[in-house]
């Protein structure tokens, strides 16, 4: 008997460019945790759109889309960092979207500021960790 954990790599439909050409995963899972790699504010056409809101916006879905294609849930997210261009001045817009998308049982969070982000004019990273189940199993 093989104590080893199973390693997948998630590509969700639509996310081979971030495999193929960026050479990153969207996502690896380890048994039942789920590493989610940084996702941008990228819309549907792959631009950035202007406001903080909208790259907001797509960010949670990236990851929302991410999960999905592991078969995770939002509710799986035990932790969430946030890499923001103009921390300060966004905060506000930032938790009234992530609200929208997050609910309990609340994961770890951690919002870091930075100077700039892989794409000019990137306002928005965010990075995951889910667990299969953790949604409904914490107290």
Known sequence: MS???EVATVVPKGYEVQYETWK????VRVGDTLHCSGQLGLGPDGALPADAESQFENAFRHVAAVL???GFEMGDLVELTSFHVGLCAEMDTF?????RHLGEPYAAQTAVGVAELGIPGALIELKA???RGAGSRRA
């Not at 990153?24 to 996502?27: C, D, M, R, S, V």
């Not at 938790?95 to 609200?99: A, G, I, K, N, S």
Request: glycine share 0%; net charge positive; aromatic share 0%.
């Open 24 to 27: 990153l995963a969207p996502a």
């Open 95 to 99: 938790v009234r979207v992530r609200d």
């Open 68 to 70: 999905a294609a592991a």
């Open 129 to 131: 960790t889910a667990v």
């Open 3 to 5: 104590n080893a954990l």
